[in-house]
C-alpha cells in the first residue's frame, strides 16, 4: 500500500505563496495520478489539482491561473504552489491517488492527516 504525507502548510497573508509537498513511501506509485483536494471548516472536501505520470494536469476553476501541480517521480514527491493566495483557499489540504471518471476527479485514498493553509491578515 502506498502512504502520503503532506506538509508544507501555514499562515500567509492574502497574495502570499505557500508550496506544499506530498511524500509517498510504501509500494510503488509513479504510474499513478496523484491529486489534491482541500476541505474547508463545515464544507465537503473539494477537488484543487492533480497531475499524471506523464505529467498532464488538471485543476479546479477557483484555483486555475493561481497554483500549479507538479511530480519528482525520483523524489516520489507531488508539490502543490500556490500563488496569490486568497481568505477562500484556508482548507485542509489533502494528497491522494485520484481518478478522473470523463466529468470529475474522484479520490481514492489513502488520506492522510492533511496540511493545514490559513490566509488572512
Known amino acids: 500500500q502506498v502512504h502520503l504525507l503532506e506538509s508544507g502548510g501555514g499562515l500567509v497573508q492574502p497574495g502570499g505563496s505557500l508550496r506544499l509537498s506530498c511524500e509517498a513511501s510504501g509500494r510503488t506509485w509513479t504510474s499513478e495520478t496523484v491529486g489534491w483536494f482541500r476541505q474547508a471548516p463545515g464544507q465537503e472536501r473539494e477537488f484543487v489539482a492533480s497531475?499524471?505520470?506523464?505529467?498532464?494536469?488538471r485543476y479546479a476553476d477557483s484555483v486555475k491561473g493561481r497554483f500549479t501541480v507538479s511530480r519528482e517521480n525520483t523524489k516520489r514527491t507531488v508539490y502543490l504552489q500556490m500563488n496569490n493566495l486568497k481568505p477562500d483557499d484556508t482548507a485542509i489540504y489533502y494528497c491522494t491517488l485520484t481518478k478522473w471518471t470523463g466529468s470529475v476527479t474522484q479520490g481514492l485514498g489513502p488520506w492522510g492527516q492533511g496540511t493545514q493553509v490559513t490566509v488572512s491578515l
Open positions: 497531475v499524471s505520470w506523464p505529467g498532464g494536469t
